[in-house]
């Protein structure tokens, strides 16, 4: 029963929970006094098992809790001494964590593991404090079963290594394909080099046919180089962070625009629609991104098509996208997923070269700069290529 | 002062091929300097210490320029590169010649001193161009410490 002189307890004043007659006796020199029977709702009420033993060793009360924790039957646990209700190895835990307590008021913790009589064992955690009262010390023990907080701290350890784990093979591949590709660049320099140097010595001896065969073995290296180049690109895009900061399109765009890549095409005409939206980005990814687009537009032309470009951005709610569009070859609907994957190149005729990476680079470089690329294409009506990537906040 | 124009170029490089291509390229661009190779890292440190077989410096001058890939046997690259910076007295520009384009390593090369960073070309060509530029800057413009 809460009095109503409590109830209208005046701000500012701690209002007691104690109930009134409790028999709690304050203790002169700051020693706690056994809370007795108090707030007895909340004692028997609460989530966690709660304890009162006497200095004996005896129960002097406990609650629900208390009881579920240890299996205990109603009419076992109604009185009688702690040490039947656990097992001997935790019982000696348990009392050496009682002999820990002192009498000044503190509340010592300990965890250790509790298993009844009949249970298994349960990992707990103590909150003890002891008290004198009715002449005796006695103890008030706060059991809080931590096998959940156990568990989940084994499941975040769990996702703590794997996590290391994942880490270092991600670096481990990277550090890989890294040095293989260090490494095959140096025969593949080797081949082209000599057969350079084969090809300038029987310029006039070899036939028409031998110096084909150089040339093939010569345009081979270059291609398989290229394709490294283009692979260690598309891995590095895979690092672990990548820091997005507003970049100028508009300035980007422009100076990748004005050294268009040598095709051996004739000159393409790039024009560029007004002035570019900056966006969020880095700017590695977007130079990757825009050359890769500008050097697709200017290659995939039908023969003796002069190639012609044109650039421009729109607001796409909070993203900002970029078009390239060209009066290519086109793209068939149902190779426009295919091509941005990596090796995957639509039906070309024969002299436009490429490593098949480059649209894969796009996406993934758009995609790691939280954005995402794509096209608009019909067969002989040339492509609209799209990034769209996030907007620089005003 | 004088420029470099013939002071010795040390090569620190374990591919032959590359060593091959890379006098070829220097003879086509009329680089007449003395060019010396050392295959290992360890060995480059050896020749910069004057020490061991490279005891004379009359015979084994501090070089006007030293080009050196990263991926070295005994001593990498970047180690040499370190070994060179904590003694700054012997000024010359180190330049890397090497497969790698990797961010990583060029961002390790330049805070380990290095002058320049150039990716080794694939073909003849560009080789060409390369010796062409090593011989109008690096040895036609550049200033290192007149060599006693």
Redesign the interface.
Same mark, same amino acid.
């Given at each position: 029963m809460v009095t109503a002189r409590q109830r209208q307890c005046p701000s500012g004043k701690r209002a007691s929970w104690r109930q009134e007659g409790s028999r709690e006796r304050a203790v002169p020199g700051g020693i706690p006094a056994r809370p007795a029977a108090a707030p007895r709702g909340l004692f028997q009420a609460a989530p966690c098992a709660s304890v009162l033993l006497d200095g004996a060793g005896n129960l002097s009360d406990f609650n629900e809790a208390f009881r579920a924790l240890l299996g205990l039957k109603r009419t076992r646990a109604a009185s009688g001494s702690f040490s039947a209700c656990v097992e001997r190895g935790s019982l000696a835990e348990f009392l050496r964590h009682l002999r820990g307590c002192r009498l000044d008021g503190n509340v010592s913790a300990a965890s250790i593991s509790l298993q009844s009589q009949k249970g298994s064992a349960i990992p707990v955690r103590l909150h003890t404090r002891m008290f004198r009262g009715e002449g005796q010390t006695g103890y008030h023990i706060v059991i809080i079963d931590d096998a959940e907080r156990m568990a989940a701290h084994e499941l975040e350890q769990c996702a703590r290594e794997r996590k290391a784990q994942l880490q270092w093979t991600v670096s481990e591949l990277e550090s890989f394909s890294y040095t293989l590709s260090h490494n095959m660049r140096s025969p593949i320099r080797a081949i082209q080099g000599y057969a350079e140097l084969v090809a300038e010595a029987v310029t006039d001896s070899a036939s028409d046919e031998t110096k084909a065969y150089l040339g093939r073995i010569m345009s081979s290296a270059r291609r398989l180089d290229a394709l490294i180049q283009d692979v260690l690109r598309y891995s590095s895009l895979g690092q672990a962070t990548v820091e997005i900061g507003p970049v100028d399109l508009n300035d980007l765009v422009r100076s990748i625009a004005e050294e268009p890549p040598d095709l051996g095409a004739p000159r393409a005409k790039i024009e560029i629609a007004g002035r570019l939206l900056p966006v969020m980005g880095h700017e590695g990814f977007l130079t990757q991104c825009v050359s890769n687009l500008l050097s697709n537009a200017i290659k995939f032309v039908a023969p003796g098509v002069k190639p012609r470009v044109r650039i421009w951005t729109e607001t796409q709610g909070a993203f900002v996208q970029l078009w390239v569009s060209d009066n290519g070859v086109g793209i068939a609907q149902q190779d426009q997923a295919r091509i941005f994957k990596v090796f995957e190149r639509c039906q070309h005729p024969r002299e436009i070269d490429g490593t098949g990476i480059g649209l894969a680079i796009v996406r993934r470089a758009a995609e790691r700069m939280s954005g995402s690329a794509g096209v608009e294409s019909q067969p002989g009506q040339g492509s609209k290529f799209w990034i769209k990537l996030r907007r620089l906040r005003p | 002062m004088k420029t470099n124009s013939d002071g010795l170029i040390l090569v620190v490089e374990d591919?032959e !091929? !590359?060593v091959f291509?890379l006098k070829m390229a220097f003879e086509d661009a009329h680089i007449v300097n003395p060019v010396h190779v050392v295959s290992d890292g360890e060995a480059a440190i050896r020749y910069l210490a004057g020490e061991g077989e490279f005891g004379d410096r009359k015979k084994y001058p501090l070089p006007a320029l030293m080009l050196l890939d990263l @991926?070295l046997p005994r001593c990498p690259g970047l180690d040499l590169l370190r070994w060179v910076q904590e003694r700054k007295v012997l000024g010359f520009p180190a330049i890397v010649f090497t497969? *790698? *384009?990797?961010?990583a390593d060029i961002k390790a090369a330049y805070a380990a001193g290095v002058a320049s960073f150039v990716v @080794?070309p694939?073909?003849?060509e560009e080789?060409r161009h390369f010796a062409g530029l090593i011989r109008d800057y690096w040895l036609g413009c550049n200033m290192v410490p007149p060599r006693l």
């Open positions: - | 591919n !091929d !590359d291509f @991926k497969s *790698s *384009s990797y961010a @080794k694939l073909t003849v080789r």
